[in-house]
């Protein structure tokens, strides 16, 4: 399977598919990286490791930038079955989610429904688990709708929040999980093992 990955940071997760791409467990290839910021660690990363990067969205005085559209247009060119969004801190345009249903996976830093939408990004999501005094956070892969972090939820690991954590400290163990939880969704994703239960719950089907 072609895939995308949307990053605006450091990349990890992008880093850590791609690497479970070269070492054979993912059987698909990144065939584009979308950035919002060309400067950023992922999309340095990509040009180091010859995967094209585009710029999006628009951005001033760059001609390479893109619409909505042309992004859909670009994307259909390389052929991208899945979009992995791997902290892309803008939304999805309507128009994108529309080109590919049930096709775009977001990975969020907390056990959404909880702690979920425009306001909680970054070290805001830990700092509010923290403050809660919720007991267990982790990741969510859910998929992508028009708004922040409500689309189905098709994956998620628990993470102990410790007793005297700070921010960076939960965020660095949500991480961990993050990585692993991303490559195994991306595993499944790519040998057609996610399925829609009648409801539209969508699950992982176990390797037979
Ligand atoms: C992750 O915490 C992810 O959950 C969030 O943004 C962060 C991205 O980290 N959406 P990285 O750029 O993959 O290191």
Known sequence: KNLAVFVSGGGSNFRSIHESILGGSIHGEIVVLVTNKPGCGGAEYAR????????????????ENLSANDLVTTLRRYKVDFILLAGFLKLIPVELVQA??????????S????????????MKVHQAVIASGARYSG??????DEHYDTGRILAQRVVPVLTN?????????????????Y??????????????????????RNKE
């Open 183 to 204: 490559v195994e969704v991306a595993t499944a994703l790519c040998e057609e093992r996610i399925i829609w239960r009648e409801d539209g719950v969508p699950l992982i």
């Open 48 to 63: 180091d490791n010859g995967i094209p990067v585009i710029l999006f969205p628009k951005m001033k005085e760059n001609l």
């Open 100 to 109: 590919y249903p049930r096709s775009i996976l977001n990975i969020h830093p």
């Open 139 to 144: 990741p969510t892969i859910h998929f992508v």
């Open 165 to 181: 954590d700070t921010a960076h400290e939960l965020a660095a163990r949500v991480l961990e999980k993050e990585h692993e939880l």
């Open 111 to 122: 056990l959404l429904p909880a702690f979920g939408g425009k306001s909680y990004y970054g």
